[in-house]
């Protein structure tokens, strides 16, 4: 017996049935895959907030003690260029070496600041979470409209985030029940799941729906994420340019890139969009 998968016998049911019709049906993606940051929630400027205080600040220790000047951390380009969309710990392992500066990896217990990856990293996320406190949560409403407009339709929706404080920021944003999976940083330690741009945690939450990643969507703000989506097979890739970056998204895997997704239209406009990839 040949097995022929899902996504495959629905490109042959999609050329047999519609590509030849004059007023083609609209079909359904199975699943749409949402990251975060920069998609979902308006957190990627905190993180990014977070990233320079803990850098600058590590620079500047590092340097009066080596009696050196370091390149500060700055958001353009370093953030998007270093760690943006990464787990925490390969950010930080990432910027650092672009100083050329190399330190131990430690372990994730290891206190904040202590002068390890992982002390940085957990230093990180002292303040991102501080600033968070303080400031609160704010969504894209673009995107959180076209979310229940899916669910409305019967179409499932994950997300998939390298965070490990993906559920406390769907929580403050009261939002965490219009996503049926999450597969965060926090599952990816669990599960030992790869990060970005490797595609493990979108196909594993298409796994925990049920559903098929090459008739599914991924929507993504990060270079990292795009590589993923197209690296894990996925039937369309939406890339966010949230920072004027429409031609590095599309050279790294975005069928298609908009800078917010009200320029979708709406599931009618996705399911087209969705068409028209198949179709080539």
Same mark, same amino acid.
């Given at each position: *017996?040949?097995?022929?998968?899902?996504?495959?016998?629905?490109?042959l049911?999609?050329?047999?049935?519609?590509?030849? =019709?004059?007023?083609?049906?609209?079909?359904?993606?199975e699943?749409? $895959?949402?990251?975060l940051?920069?998609?979902?929630?308006?957190?990627?400027?905190?993180?990014?907030?977070?990233?320079?205080?803990?850098?600058?600040?590590?620079?500047?220790?590092?340097?009066?003690?080596l009696?050196?000047t370091?390149?500060?951390?700055?958001?353009?380009?370093?953030?998007?260029?270093?760690v943006?969309?990464?787990p925490?710990?390969?950010?930080?392992?990432?910027?650092?070496?672009?100083?050329? $500066?190399?330190?131990?990896?430690?372990?994730?217990g290891?206190?904040?600041? *202590?002068?390890t990856v992982?002390?940085?990293?957990?230093?990180?996320?002292?303040?991102?979470?501080?600033i968070?406190?303080?400031?609160?949560?704010? =969504?894209?409403?673009?995107t959180?409209?076209?979310?229940?407009?899916?669910?409305?339709?019967?179409i499932? =929706?994950?997300?998939?985030?390298?965070?490990?404080?993906?559920?406390?920021?769907?929580?403050?944003?009261? $939002?965490?029940?219009?996503?049926? =999976?999450?597969?965060?940083?926090?599952?990816?330690?669990?599960?030992?799941?790869?990060?970005?741009?490797?595609?493990?945690?979108?196909?594993?939450?298409?796994?925990?729906?049920?559903?098929?990643?090459?008739?599914?969507?991924?929507?993504?703000?990060?270079?990292?994420?795009?590589?993923?989506?197209k690296?894990?097979?996925?039937?369309l890739?939406?890339?966010?340019?949230?920072?004027?970056?429409r031609?590095?998204?599309?050279?790294?895997?975005?069928?298609?890139?908009?800078?917010? *997704?009200?320029? $979708?239209?709406?599931?009618k406009?996705?399911?087209?969009?969705?068409?028209?990839?198949?179709?080539?």
């Open positions: *017996m040949v097995f022929i998968p899902r996504h495959l016998l629905f490109l049911f999609y050329n047999h049935r519609f590509v030849n =019709t004059s007023s083609p049906k609209p079909f359904d993606p699943a749409v $895959i949402f990251d940051d920069g998609v979902i929630t308006r957190t990627a400027r905190v993180h990014s907030r977070a990233w320079e205080q803990l850098f600058n600040s590590y620079l500047e220790q590092r340097g009066k003690s009696g050196k370091y390149p500060p951390f700055r958001h353009d380009p370093d953030y998007l260029k270093y943006d969309g990464k925490r710990y390969e950010g930080v392992d990432s910027f650092l070496r672009s100083r050329e $500066i190399v330190i131990p990896w430690g372990f994730p290891d206190p904040p600041g *202590m002068e992982c002390g940085l990293g957990n230093r990180k996320n002292e303040l991102f979470r501080s968070l406190r303080k400031e609160g949560v704010e =969504t894209f409403s673009s959180i409209a076209l979310v229940r407009e899916l669910l409305e339709n019967g499932a =929706t994950g997300v998939a985030s390298s965070s490990k404080n993906c559920r406390e920021i769907l929580e403050a944003a009261g $939002i965490e029940k219009l996503f049926q =999976t999450r597969v965060d940083g926090e599952v990816s330690a669990e599960l030992d799941l790869k990060g970005k741009p490797e595609p493990d945690i979108f196909l594993k939450a298409c796994e925990n729906l049920g559903k098929d990643p090459g008739i599914s969507i991924v929507v993504e703000d990060a270079v990292s994420g795009v590589q993923a989506g690296k894990g097979g996925f039937g890739v939406i890339g966010i340019a949230r920072e004027d970056n031609e590095e998204l599309r050279r790294n895997g975005a069928d298609v890139v908009v800078n917010d *997704m009200s320029e $979708i239209g709406g599931i406009g996705l399911r087209d969009l969705f068409r028209r990839n198949f179709a080539g």
